[in-house]
């Protein structure tokens, strides 16, 4: 028993540490360095569900905005019970730059949120789209450093979301979630550096609309709800001759609020992890990369619970641990200087890589067993499939227990 766990430890364990050192290689390759000076018209997306504490800020941040292009804000209500709408006329009575878009019925095929986005995007009228969510804040030329990295050849740009500014997470929970955010943001930019698309954040993404309209939009995948982000930078990824790069200066960066709670952030990636095999007919390489670090993450969170009964075990998971511990740690030296992010490193970091596998076993392991709310509305046939073979899985399980 203990050969075979350890041999499956390290089967899943070390794909994972190979992929963390291709992305601190990939933090020294160059990043794209050409820039437009063409102001193109822009619209901005902001879906919004029961809102309304969060959404003046946010508004208030995007009527800041510094952009000599055309430039409009569409706000769309999914039908929100709080004050949201109201909060959204009175921005538009005073602002003609803001337009209320409301949702009165809910999709069979698009997901709530994915839905919003989607009826904000079809009543707009920029070339360019960017989207994000109602409780953000932005530098002022957000819009103008986003709009600086489409190149002719440019269909998408993926921004950074942090969740907390330099040196203010206090809290171990702020501290986890900020250096696990940041960790994305390194993974998406090193694979980028490669001509690979990971992923994306919602809350911050721009995307041109000739080439959202030239993969069909968000209803490409059949009964799948196809719209989130990561499934979008795939697809986009994918169209001859055009390219995904990363903003990566100062202006382009967005704040975002950290969730609150460790129950609340962990419903969030469990709700991150159930909508990625969307992804897998579009790039099974993606699929791949997520496959290994729920894996190992699973495996190795498994081996810690079971080193106290299997002989020989304890030094093959604290070898491999420390390995993987020393490639993260290595990875956020690099890119928190390049970043400028500093306050994330260090002990953080090694508080972040203690837990990490445990809540990412944790999330994959609930993606399968419970579904979320808004953010993931309705789900699709595909999930609805996995979630019944695995309950299946687990059925049959009991019933060989029950039988031995």
Known sequence: MTSALIFLLYLFGVPYILLMVMVVVGMFRPGPRERSSA?????????????????????????????????????????????????????????????????????????????????????????????????????????????????????????????????AARTLLQRFESVDWFTLMLVSRSLTRFGLKFASSANNLAYRRSAFEAVGGFGAAGRAPSGDEDLLTQKLGRLPGMRVVIAEEPRTRVLTHGVGSARALLRQRRRWVSRYHHVLHYHPGFMAGIAALGAQSV??????????????????????????????????????????????????????????????????????????????????????????????????????????
């Not at 193109?40 to 995007?62: I, K, R």
């Not at 994959?364 to 953010?375: D, I, K, T």
């Open 39 to 167: 102001r193109p018209s822009v619209t901005v997306v902001v879906p919004a569900h029961d809102e309304e504490d969060d959404l003046p800020g946010t508004l208030e941040s995007l009527a800041a905005q510094r952009y000599d292009g055309e430039l409009e804000f569409v706000i769309v209500d999914d039908r929100s019970t709080d004050g949201t709408r109201r909060v959204i006329e009175a921005f538009a009575a005073r602002d003609p730059r803001f337009r209320l878009v409301s949702v009165t019925e809910p999709s069979r095929k698009l997901a709530p949120k994915v839905n919003a986005v989607d009826h904000g995007i079809r009543a707009s009228t920029g070339a360019l789209i960017l989207a994000t969510d109602a409780d953000c804040r932005y530098h002022p030329e957000w819009v103008a450093g986003m709009v600086s990295h489409f190149t002719p050849d440019v269909a998408m740009v993926v921004g950074y979301v942090s969740t907390s500014r330099p040196g």
């Open 299 to 404: 495996f190795l969170s498994l081996a810690v619970l079971l080193t106290p009964f299997v002989p020989g075990l304890l030094p093959w998971v604290a070898g491999l641990w420390a390995v993987k511990a020393l490639v993260e740690w290595v990875g956020m030296g690099v890119g928190t200087h390049q970043f400028q992010r500093r306050d994330l490193w260090g002990l953080s970091t090694l508080w972040w890589s203690l837990w990490h596998p445990a809540f990412i076993a944790a999330s994959v392991v609930g993606s399968f067993l419970r579904p979320s709310a808004w953010h993931a509305g309705a789900e699709s046939y595909r999930r609805r499939f996995f979630q019944r073979r695995w309950r299946e899985l687990l059925r049959r399980v009991r019933a060989g227990m029950a039988r031995g």
